[in-house]
């Protein structure tokens, strides 16, 4: 699976950016898609995934009500979003997608773990105060 994100920048608190992902290669219907974020001098950590199976969405309790993740297939590639909104400054860090064909390996306890098979480069989101 190959993942390309795209968007970030700088925004200043209070407004909204939207990343976006695509995704390609699966070769089995069900997987998950998600967003982790790392900041600096701070452990990656999920932000938000979906599963392809239910359309299950998890989110970080750092960002309900704020973030959503979306996802549409076309031409066998997956296109994942996430769209934040009312962004804070401790929201800036680099956002990576992913992908995984395990739920139960990337989603345990009701929280993403770290073991996912596949990552796209990352971008940076810096919201300013």
């Known amino acids: 699976v190959q993942l390309q994100a795209s968007g970030g920048g700088l925004v200043q608190a209070g407004g909204s950016v939207r990343l976006s992902c695509a995704a390609s290669?699966?070769?089995?219907?069900?997987?998950?898609v998600g967003w982790f974020r790392q900041a600096p001098g701070k452990d990656r950590e999920g932000v938000s995934c979906i599963n392809s199976s239910d359309g299950r969405t998890y989110y970080a309790d750092s960002v309900k009500g704020r973030f959503t993740i979306s996802s549409d297939n076309a031409k066998n590639t997956v296109y994942l979003q996430l769209q934040m909104n009312n962004l804070k400054p401790e929201d800036t860090a680099v956002y990576y997608c992913?992908?995984?064909?395990?739920?139960?390996?990337?989603?345990?306890?009701?929280?993403?773990?770290?073991?996912?098979?596949?990552w796209g480069q990352g971008t940076q989101v810096t919201v300013s105060s």
């Open positions: 992913a992908a995984d064909y395990s739920i139960s390996t990337t989603q345990a306890m009701g929280v993403m773990t770290l073991l996912w098979d596949y």
């Open positions: 290669g699966f070769t089995s219907d069900d997987y998950a």
